[in-house]
């Protein structure tokens, strides 16, 4: 066992921590961190035991499964708080995603990869295809900002009939993606590379057996999930005006280090073991399944609750957001990366960080 597996494993005491406090009543601060840490093993534990059925299930269903479930802890947090009516909280959390995967996560591993390594590569043609897809949805959540912030006329109703079909167009494309991803050139070799002797000998030491015993375990592991994450945001609102916190500073910095703590461990070690391709794609990859596959599910989901989630966003958001977009994109079109270019993406993340939690 790995020493990372063990800190995680060990950080798995703060589930039943949580619970306890929320039961003894304790300080809100003291039960939202303790919350928080409860749910980087979990998302881990949900990460690894995807990973498991995908092996057994093969490379194609596998990554579709790998897809489908990347952002699932984002998701049920995500759920939970449009559940509570923490709008803002969610439309905060999803710029967070895609600003905390693209400058903190990629930036470290850029940063640490090149350190060990020097100047690292890989496939620009796929980095390029993902940031292009990537541009392409943040554009789509820029319009009804950007709509508002020109004209005087357009009722919230309205934003809200755009958002629905515009979520349904962003899932249609992903759809579509997923679908090139999977039938295009490199995956196809990837896919003739997976079903080797040793991939057969795998499947068979696993067993369908093991396969349902996995599936139990991920659905285990996402009831527990939805349950500490009741705890983390009815304790959310007590703890931002405790800490003197606003839910933009909340969503967008603080939401997304517990959330996604465990793709950025994946990025760093991917980079230090140059293995710079997988990073890039774990980044990216991950940021684009919020964009075009969280976001829109979560706006339709609000369908069922009593306030609705568009996709107005927040200005200034949208700008960190599209900054980072473009800095990323420019650092991965030509295929190579070095340490200074991640210490750029991180100085970056701080500066906006320290501007989030300015802003009032």
């Known amino acids: 066992m790995t020493l990372q597996k063990k ?23 003291a039960v939202f961190v303790l919350a928080a840490l409860g749910i980087v093993p979990l998302a881990a ?35 939970v708080a449009l559940k509570a009516g923490l709008v803002e909280v969610v439309k905060a959390s999803i710029l967070g ?16 990869g090149g350190l060990r390594h020097g100047e690292q590569n890989f496939q620009p043609k796929t980095a390029r295809l993902n940031a292009s897809a990537l541009l392409l949805a943040l554009l789509v959540l820029l319009t009804p900002s950007a709509i508002h912030s020109t004209s005087t006329g357009l009722t919230d109703p309205v934003i809200e009939k755009f958002s629905y079909v515009a979520s349904i167009l962003l899932l249609v494309f992903y759809g579509f ?4 991803s999977f039938r295009s050139t490199d995956s196809l070799e990837m896919v ?15 067993g369908s057996k093991n396969v349902w015993k996995q599936v ?14 009741e705890i983390l945001v009815g304790s959310l609102e007590e703890t931002v005006k405790v800490l003197g916190l606003t839910e933009l500073f909340t969503g967008i910095i603080l939401l997304p280090l517990f959330g996604g703590v465990v793709e950025y461990i994946s990025c760093v070690s991917a980079a230090v073991k140059n ?18 596959l969280v976001t829109p599910v979560l706006v339709l989901a609000s369908l069922l609750f009593e306030t609705p989630l568009t996709l107005e966003f927040n200005i200034f958001g949208m700008f960190a957001a599209t900054a980072t977009v473009l800095v990323t994109n420019s650092i991965s079109s030509d295929g190579q ?14 500066v906006l960080g320290v501007a989030f939690y300015l802003h009032p």
């Open 7 to 29: 800190i995680l494993l060990g950080m798995l005491a703060f589930v039943p921590a949580a619970i306890g406090a929320e039961w003894l009543h304790l300080p809100p601060v």
């Open 45 to 79: 534990s949900i990460a690894e035991t995807t990973e498991e059925i995908a092996v057994v299930i093969g490379p194609v269903f596998g990554g579709l499964l790998n897809a489908t479930f990347g952002n699932l802890t984002e998701m049920v947090v995500a759920f």
């Open 97 to 112: 995603a895609i600003i905390a995967n693209l400058l903190l996560g990629l930036g470290l591993a850029v940063l640490l």
């Open 177 to 180: 993606n997923l679908f090139f």
């Open 192 to 206: 003739e590379a997976l079903e080797t002797e040793e991939t057969i000998k795998e499947v068979e030491k696993h």
């Open 216 to 229: 139990i375990a991920l659905l285990g592991f996402t009831v527990i999930l939805v349950v500490i994450s």
């Open 275 to 292: 293995q710079m391709e997988l990073a890039v794609s774990v980044a990216i990859g991950s940021t684009l399944q919020v964009v075009l």
């Open 337 to 350: 990366s070095n340490w200074l270019e991640g210490l750029l993406l991180l100085i970056l993340y701080a």
